[in-house]
């Protein structure tokens, strides 16, 4: 938006609302935001404010996986070994690492491909062969996040043994976890309904995609790509066998002995069967037992590292500040300074102004996604700044008596 001499001000209509840019960026912001969100209860609700299109699922590069099985019956394939693609001949007196990322919230906000490449990293420069926990507890996000997560995860997991621990892993949540060729989960958590929503309203058009998305997601970690689409659509059915040596075959329908989904519920794993089934490999509730079961808990061999740790809490820091920091600063750029007028008051704004552009650079994504400020809001802000600008000068110039008018 251009500022002109009329409207000097493109957001003050916003300053006396509960929450800054209302309306006037609600169509901006329907266009910036692709969610998956949840398809079935849960204790968070979506932004309904976020749309869905098609095109979300164009951006990223799709990851090669297995293809799916032709036949009306799939059994299981074998999990792939650990470290996957990792140099199993390096020195066998080199302690490895093992790094525990912490991933909360909305996918795109809490949970990025940005924190694991982070980790990517740190682990990359001790050498292949390190161990890398994704803990997830997220409700849903970002389809676009999504295909960048994948693409991230499916290259680590080339380098490093990638394990995936779900406190509560639904719909984008779910997605992020697939990719991880080993995945345990705590006594309490839940996994599935990886619906892609537009508001609260499934969106059909590209139901099949997204299903053969999700199907490409099982077949990328391991896992039989039938178990995918009963997660996204609730019509799916899926039961399985399993014999007494353990080997486990999933069938489209609900005619055998274990059923995981029926026709009228998108399919939800908890603990018990996804380990039944073989979908996860084991239950841990504390770090401490995960390691254990991990086999990553001597010391002799393997080095906890809190780099993962510090990396997640960094991030969900910023996050909280700006959540807190931003709605403070679009408040004050229409009331600091006014008591005074003039420059004072001009620079005041400007100073305001620039603290929320640079905020945006920080915290892009809190600030599109949840506190509704995007690109055109700051470029609004930008171009706000250079015209008070001119005003200062313009009044600095002027004679002193002026200079409070």
Not at 16 to 25: E, G, K
Not at 32 to 57: E, H, R, W
Not at 104 to 130: C, F, N, S, T, W
Not at 193 to 205: C, Q
Request: aromatic share 6%.
């Amino acid at each position: 938006m251009t500022s002109t001499n009329q409207d000097m001000n493109p957001m003050k209509r916003w300053s006396s609302m509960d929450r800054p840019f209302p309306c006037v960026w609600q169509g901006m912001r329907a266009l910036a935001c692709a969610l998956v969100v949840l398809g079935a209860p849960v204790d968070a609700s979506p932004d309904t404010g976020a749309q869905q299109t098609s095109a979300s699922f164009s951006q990223g590069t799709k990851p090669t996986a297995p293809s799916r099985s032709s036949g009306k019956q799939s059994t299981a394939p074998a999990k792939a070994a650990p470290g996957n693609g990792a140099d199993k001949d390096a020195a066998t007196d080199a302690k490895r690492h093992v790094f525990m990322l912490p991933l909360d919230g909305m996918v795109g906000i809490g949970l990025r491909h940005d924190e694991m490449e982070k980790v990517e990293q740190v682990a990359d420069k001790i050498g292949p062969g390190q161990v890398i926990i994704l803990r997830i507890n997220s409700n849903g996000g970002l389809v676009i996040e999504g295909d960048m997560i994948a693409e991230s995860l499916t290259r680590i997991k080339q380098k490093h043994r990638l394990v995936a621990w779900i406190e509560k892993a639904i719909s984008g949540g779910a997605f992020t976890a697939l990719w991880c060729d080993e995945m345990y989960f705590m006594p309490e958590a839940a996994l599935g309904s990886i619906t892609m929503l537009t508001g609260r309203t499934e969106v059909s058009a590209v139901r099949e995609e997204w299903k053969e998305r999700v199907a490409e997601a099982c077949a990328g970690g391991g896992r039989d790509p039938l178990i995918g689409p009963a997660m996204v659509h609730s019509e799916v059915e899926l039961s399985y066998e399993k014999t007494p040596d353990g080997k486990v075959t999933f069938y489209p329908d609900v005619k055998h002995t274990y059923v995981l989904s029926r026709s009228n519920e998108n399919l939800d794993f908890n603990a018990q069967n996804a380990e039944h089934c073989g979908f996860s490999d084991g239950t841990a509730k504390t770090d401490a037992e995960l390691y254990k079961l991990l086999g990553v808990d001597d010391g002799e061999k393997y080095i906890i590292s809190d780099a993962g740790k510090k990396i997640a809490a960094e991030w969900q820091k910023l996050i909280k500040d700006c959540k807190d920091k931003v709605p403070l600063l679009l408040r004050k750029r229409d009331i600091e300074g006014t008591s005074e007028g003039g420059v004072a008051q001009l620079q005041a704004r400007i100073k305001n102004n620039q603290a929320i552009i640079d905020w945006f650079k920080k915290c892009r994504p809190e600030m599109v996604y949840e506190l509704g400020v995007g690109d055109q809001a700051i470029e609004s802000l930008k171009e706000e700044n250079e015209e008070l600008r001119k005003q200062v000068k313009e009044l600095q110039a002027a004679p002193r008596e002026n200079r409070g008018n």
